[in-house]
């Protein structure tokens, strides 16, 4: 993986390619491997089926608890909200695939109170933008395809064929075409704002949080 991506030196058996940045007083990010040390997909979902290990875990905890960033960010690789493909079993959003490890890091984050301080996920690997409210209230934001020739219509909440096939998922935005595009994220002093673009950078749809609350 680190000849392909090389995030550190490929013959450094120690390296760790998952981190956190403290951009500023008002925002830290987070950066998840969900490649290097996740269980086989096949497996059955369960307490020992995990996409991040138990060291990176327990790391990602430790540190958003110890964060006072205004805002906090987790960038996954892959979604957790969604929803996706229902034939599916490779993310934490697949229904047989690592649900588990997705549901009790919600329900920590909701027994920390981390959830309600300003903690929000962004995603890649879909190929539509979407912005995503979980049951739990956690929040999703996806940055979509980049290209228009790699975007598709997305799955909806409801939709038989997804992973919410009885629509517990809020999705506030969901984009009504497919179209290439692009997520960018402007923080200022209390003030957290998600604006999504089409391919030739044109802006589509935008969400503002603030430290207070909506």
């Not at 490929?10 to 998952?18: G, H, L, M, P, Q």
């Not at 007083?25 to 996409?51: C, H």
């Not at 960038?75 to 649900?99: E, L, V, Y």
């Not at 589509?204 to 609350?213: F, I, P, Q």
Request: with cysteine; proline share 6%; net charge negative.
């Amino acid at each position: 993986m680190l000849e392909q991506l090389p995030v550190a030196a490929s013959d450094d058996a120690d390296a760790k390619t998952y981190r956190t940045h403290r951009v500023s007083k008002d925002l830290q990010v987070w950066f998840t491997e969900n490649r290097m040390y996740r269980s086989p997909n096949a497996m059955e979902d369960g307490p020992g089926k995990s996409i991040w290990g138990a060291e990176q875990k327990a790391w990602l905890k430790k540190t958003l608890a110890a964060s006072d960033a205004t805002f906090k960010i987790l960038i996954s690789p892959t979604p957790m909200i969604g929803p996706d493909d229902a034939r599916k079993f490779d993310n934490h959003t697949n229904i047989n695939g690592f649900q588990h490890e997705r549901d009790e890091f919600f329900a920590w984050l909701n027994e920390t109170g981390i959830a309600k301080k300003n903690f929000y996920l962004m995603c890649g690997d879909r190929h539509w933008q979407y912005h995503s409210i979980s049951p739990e209230g956690i929040e999703e934001f996806s940055c979509g395809a980049l290209v228009d020739a790699n975007s598709r219509p997305g799955r909806k909440p409801g939709d038989p064929k997804s992973t919410d096939p009885e629509g517990t998922i809020k999705q506030p935005y969901s984009q009504s075409e497919k179209s290439g595009g692009f997520l960018e994220v402007k923080v200022e002093p209390g003030k957290l704002q998600f604006i999504w673009h089409d391919e030739k950078g044109a802006v589509l749809h935008e969400h503002t949080k603030t430290a207070g609350g909506e």
